[in-house]
C-alpha cells in the first residue's frame, strides 16, 4: 500500500501505462498471428498485405518503447525470412 501521495500517483500511472503497454503488445501479436494465417493460405497480395500491418504494428510498438528497436527489427526480419520460404517453396 503507498505512504504517499507521489506513490499513489505512481500506482495510477503504472496502471494506465501497464494497460496502454498491453493493448499495443496485443495488437503487434495479432497482427503477427494474421500475417502466419495468410501465409498458410498462399496468396501472395494478401501476405503482403499482412506484412505491412505487422510491420506497422512493430515499428508503432517500437517508436512508444514498448519493444525496443532491434527486437522489432529482428521480428521484421523473421517475417519477411518466411516470405523468402514460402515463395522458394512455391
Partial sequence: M?????????????????LRNKMV?????????????????GDREAVMAAFARASRELDKAALKGII????????KSRLS???ARAAAQA
Fill in 81 to 83: 525470412q518466411a516470405i
Fill in 68 to 75: 525496443h528497436k532491434n527486437a522489432a527489427n529482428r521480428r
Fill in 25 to 41: 503488445k496485443s495488437r503487434v501479436r495479432t497482427a503477427i498471428r494474421r500475417f502466419r494465417e495468410a501465409l498458410t493460405t
Fill in 2 to 18: 503507498a505512504n504517499t501521495r507521489s506513490a499513489e500517483k505512481r500506482i495510477r500511472q503504472t496502471k494506465r501505462r501497464t
